[in-house]
């Protein structure tokens, strides 16, 4: 009779993770999430080294920048994108208006994942009246359709770079405040959070010890796709006259400033329409594939 060995107790069980490379691994296996990181890195790179790339200031009128009629030039040798109405260049603008869109992309989405993360993790937590209230104001704040909220914000403020920023915060969070409560109200019932209270763990080592590591690949890929959001959403308000004011360049005011050459000067709305539906596209095949890599049912599989 074979008498089983008993394990070392001594030795810590290895448990099984799946480590950080093994994720790039399976990210950059995407042909189409590598396209979007390649698009992301080179807009990034653009926007810093802007001054390098270009021998014109954004805001230069340049004498002959524009026609002998007055109206902008074509791309050529000198203008590679061609100029706007005021004979500034136009690919100057283009790259000095994508730090524009990344910043408010980055620090606008930050606020609506930070207010939407705490909001649902409160509510998802607690529940009870205080759960109810906030999900209340919640489903409230996403009743009014998002564009006009955000117009509205613009309107009664002063429109400048971080007012921007503030109102697409204050309207995007609502979708992360939504799945963060969900996802919370699932994990506040799992016995490991149980056992934490079983052995007296505070509220605050519970949520951000326990239960926001396990909400992390949400976030992460909420926060990916919610800047393609607000890329668009500052194009459109700058668009409408009411975001991000000339003479800083944005690549929706861009598209507002030389919309009356629309046929005369198609490039004009051209080259910035494109760069806007880049950016976003490119997190967007990012933040899926980051979705598809973190979703726990994808584990294991081949």
């Given at each position: 009779m074979t008498v089983p060995i008993a394990p070392d107790l001594a030795t810590p069980a290895v448990m099984p993770a799946r480590p950080r490379a093994g994720i790039w691994r399976r990210l950059l296996r995407r042909k189409l999430a590598v396209l979007g990181l390649v698009i992301i890195v080179l807009t990034v790179a653009g926007a810093i080294l802007a001054p390098w790339l270009t021998a014109y200031d954004p805001n230069e009128q340049m004498f002959d920048g524009l026609t002998l009629e007055g109206a902008p030039l074509p791309p050529s040798e000198k203008f590679w994108l061609g100029t706007d109405l005021l004979g500034r260049?136009?690919?100057?603008?283009i790259l000095y208006?994508?730090?524009?869109?990344l910043i408010i992309g980055i620090v606008a989405n930050g606020a609506a994942l930070l207010i939407g993360t705490l909001v649902g993790m409160t509510a998802g937590y607690f529940k009870g009246w205080i759960g109810s209230v906030l999900m209340r104001f919640t489903d409230l704040m996403m009743a009014f359709p998002a564009l006009l909220l955000a117009i509205c914000l613009a309107a009664i403020l002063q429109p400048s770079l971080w007012i921007v920023a503030l109102v697409i915060a204050l309207v995007n969070w609502v979708q992360t405040a939504r799945v963060i409560y969900t996802e919370t109200s699932s994990l506040a019932e799992r016995e490991f959070i149980d056992a934490e209270r079983t052995i007296g763990a505070g509220t605050g080592r519970i949520l951000f010890r326990h239960i926001l590591?396990?909400?992390?690949?949400?976030i992460i890929v909420w926060g990916t796709l919610g800047i393609s959001t607000t890329?668009?959403?500052?194009?459109?308000?700058?668009?409408?006259?009411?975001?991000?004011?000339?003479p800083t360049a944005s690549w929706g005011n861009i598209i507002f400033e030389n919309q009356t050459y629309f046929q005369a000067a198609p490039w004009l709305v051209f080259f910035p329409g494109m760069a806007i539906l880049a950016l976003a596209l490119a997190f967007n095949l990012v933040g899926d594939a980051l979705r598809d890599v973190l979703d726990p049912t994808q584990r294991g599989r081949a």
């Open positions: 260049d136009l690919a100057t603008r208006g994508a730090r524009t869109s590591p396990h909400l992390l690949p949400t890329v668009l959403l500052e194009a459109t308000l700058s668009y409408l006259g009411i975001g991000v004011q000339p």
